[in-house]
């Protein structure tokens, strides 16, 4: 949809998202089922010398193999390209669309295995535990340094917007704003980090006239 038939990327991924849950809800009937498999049981409960979670373990290895990728191989810098400037990275003798076909399939890929440890945290496959949550990896992703239009970001970046968006709603919650105000609080951090990252790109536009 979005290399061949030109889909906006956000649109697609909202519609695809929304196909996926309701086909979720189709298969299991909408009841969450328990899960009682000693391998994900492990995973998503056990602490290694019984202070760290195995599954934030997984997310750290995660984290270091991605920024491997990202800053020391070839790959990892077509995708900076590709994301900055698709038409100059193809007039250059990358293909954007393969780098954007593998990086689809890879998301597909890393939600399956955040689904499957959360699912493995609260011992129960639920079909709406990770609904709505593209807006707060978006927010997260931008507060980290990462630009909404492509070409800019890592993964320490990444990993700085999720501790400063996790520390945002445990201090909402410490000083016992509702849930409505915290979703309205939500919204406005995202436009707040829109707003950042817009400033970012019009000063990086300003200094490359210059």
Known sequence: MVNYLKFPTFIATLAMASISQGIAYLV???LNLDINDKV??????????????????????????????????????????????????RLAGLKPKKVSFILFVNASAM?????????ARI???TCSGLSGSQFTGITAAILGGISFGGGNGGMMGALIGIMILNVFNNGMQLIGLTSYYQTVASG????????????MEIGKMKRALK
């Open 40 to 89: 994900l049981n492990f995973i998503g409960t056990e602490r290694l010398g019984g202070f760290l979670p195995y599954s934030f373990i997984l997310s750290m290895l995660a984290l270091v193999i991605y920024a491997i990728i990202l800053n020391k191989t070839k790959f990892g810098r077509s995708i900076c390209l590709v994301g900055g400037n698709p038409e100059a990275s």
């Open 28 to 30: 299991s009937g909408g």
């Open 111 to 119: 939600a399956c295995i955040g689904g499957t440890i959360m699912s």
């Open 123 to 125: 011992k129960t496959a």
């Open 188 to 199: 406005l951090l995202l436009i707040l980090a829109l707003c950042y990252d817009r400033a």
